[in-house]
Nanobody, 118 residues
Framework: QVQLVESGGGLVQAGGSLRLSCAASGNGFRIADMAWYRQAPGKQREWVALVTVSNTSNYADSVKDRFTISRDDAKNTVNLQMRSLKPEDTGVYFC????????????WGQGTQVTVSS
């Protein structure tokens, strides 16, 4: 069983920065793609950014040039550095990890709240 623990959310003023982290723990697994999603109040969860096992990253247009996703395979972590935050970035942020063990499974973090005030 793999567990994902997120940290780093909080309240920030527009234009500010936050860094989210997500750490995977467990035994006998290998991580493939790692991603971040977010869900604003009353809206569906949306994809934010992805980093592949080969360290290729992709971003939603709404966060491109402001957010940076990175991974540390030695620590089984994925990070999201968020800059120039806007009120519309407010929501619960979830990490999403594809794990290769006995089978290929998708895991979600518990979510961390990000609130950007205007």
């Amino acid at each position: 069983q793999v567990q994902l623990v997120e940290s780093g959310g909080g309240l920030v003023q527009a234009g500010g920065s936050l860094r989210l982290s997500c750490a995977a723990s467990g035994n006998g697994f290998r991580i493939a793609d790692m991603a971040w999603y977010r869900q604003a109040p009353g809206k569906q969860r949306e994809w934010v950014a992805l980093v592949t096992v080969s360290n290729t990253s992709n971003y939603a247009d709404s966060v491109k040039d402001r957010f940076t996703i990175s991974r540390d395979d030695a620590k089984n972590t994925v990070n999201l550095q968020m800059r120039s935050l806007k009120p519309e970035d407010t929501g619960v942020y979830f990490c999403n990890v594809l794990i290769i063990g006995d089978s290929v499974d998708e895991y979600w973090g518990q979510g961390t709240q990000v609130t950007v005030s205007s």
